[in-house]
């Protein structure tokens, strides 16, 4: 009886440690917080998880600022079968080009959402023709100890129906900053962009190779999958390097003298 009792109480903990180990998984990484749906316009949310820590001795330091960058200069466009694709999506919009999938790409679709409960200076980033392609935040301080959420807006998106695609992966790059020292170094900042870049040649930071993801899922009931193409496949969405290196750094706060 007593060997049971050891036995269960044994199993409990294991169980126990396992659903913490994936508890800390998930939360590992900067991700974004909800999937959205096709052709619906969605308010979500950017979850910071944890600060920089210092390879040195293990201590953590506090976010106090973060940039964002959706894929809009270039993006680099592929599919999970291999084969080569354009951006298969559209905006459900009457703007000039909005059904031409190589023209429309990202641009102009995030906006951010003011919430000072973790940044007290937020703004969007613009490219040459005003259109919103990211956002940054400053004068922040994240507890060491808590997670951060930075609200954000995204229009829809509208899979188009002749593509076989059943989710649009959108890979955002994310720079959560916890000193202004730039280039940036392993304790400095996290870096959760798809790879190092000319400017951001460190490969010790934590985060590089893991960009967060904003996943959009085909809607069946309005727009099925057509019986040809069989169990269909996703089109992921990348910044490219360029993108990174001319829109990530903060300009005026976090970047080269």
């Given at each position: 009886?007593?060997?049971?009792?050891?036995?269960?109480?044994?199993?409990?903990?294991?169980?126990?440690?396992?659903?913490?180990?994936?508890?800390q998984?998930?939360?590992?990484?900067?991700?974004?917080?909800?999937?959205?749906?096709?052709?619906?316009?969605a308010?979500?949310?950017l979850?910071?998880?944890?600060?920089?820590?210092?390879?040195?001795?293990?201590?953590?330091?506090?976010?106090?600022?973060?940039?964002?960058?959706?894929?809009?200069?270039?993006?680099?466009?592929?599919?999970?079968?291999?084969?080569?694709?354009?951006?298969?999506?559209?905006?459900?919009?009457?703007?000039?080009?909005?059904?031409?999938?190589?023209?429309?790409?990202?641009?102009?679709?995030?906006?951010?959402?003011?919430?000072?409960?973790?940044?007290?200076?937020?703004?969007?980033?613009?490219?040459a023709?005003?259109?919103?392609?990211?956002?940054?935040?400053?004068?922040?301080?994240?507890?060491?100890?808590?997670?951060g959420?930075?609200?954000?807006?995204?229009?829809?998106?509208?899979?188009?129906?002749?593509?076989?695609?059943n989710?649009?992966?959108?890979?955002?790059?994310?720079?959560?900053?916890?000193?202004?020292?730039?280039p940036?170094?392993?304790?400095?900042?996290?870096?959760?962009?798809?790879?190092?870049?000319?400017?951001?040649?460190?490969?010790?930071?934590?985060?590089?190779?893991?960009?967060?993801?904003?996943?959009?899922?085909?809607?069946?009931?309005?727009?099925?999958?057509?019986?040809?193409?069989?169990?269909?496949?996703?089109?992921?969405?990348?910044?490219?390097n360029?993108?990174?290196?001319?829109?990530?750094?903060?300009k005026?706060?976090?970047r080269?003298?």
């Open positions: 009886m007593r060997h049971s009792r050891i036995m269960k109480r044994t199993a409990i903990c294991s169980l126990a440690t396992l659903l913490c180990g994936v508890g998984g998930v939360f590992a990484h900067t991700t974004v917080r909800d999937q959205a749906t096709e052709g619906k316009t308010y979500n949310a979850q910071i998880a944890h600060g920089c820590e210092n390879p040195a001795n293990g201590k953590m330091l506090p976010v106090i600022a973060q940039s964002v960058v959706f894929p809009t200069i270039n993006p680099v466009v592929t599919r999970s079968d291999g084969t080569p694709t354009t951006l298969e999506a559209e905006v459900t919009d009457t703007s000039a080009h909005s059904h031409d999938p190589l023209i429309v790409g990202l641009t102009g679709k995030a906006s951010l959402v003011q919430d000072r409960n973790v940044f007290k200076h937020q703004n969007e980033t613009y490219d023709n005003g259109n919103v392609i990211g956002f940054y935040s400053t004068r922040g301080n994240l507890q060491t100890n808590l997670m959420l930075v609200p954000f807006r995204f229009k829809a998106l509208k899979i188009l129906p002749t593509s076989c695609a989710r649009v992966l959108v890979k955002i790059a994310i720079a959560d900053i916890c000193k202004k020292t730039f940036p170094r392993a304790g400095t900042a996290n870096l959760w962009i798809p790879a190092n870049t000319p400017q951001f040649a460190d490969s010790t930071i934590d985060g590089i190779g893991a960009p967060a993801t904003l996943t959009i899922n085909r809607d069946i009931a309005t727009n099925p999958l057509d019986p040809a193409c069989g169990a269909g496949y996703d089109v992921i969405i990348t910044p490219s360029e993108d990174v290196d001319a829109n990530l750094p903060i005026g706060y976090w080269k003298k």
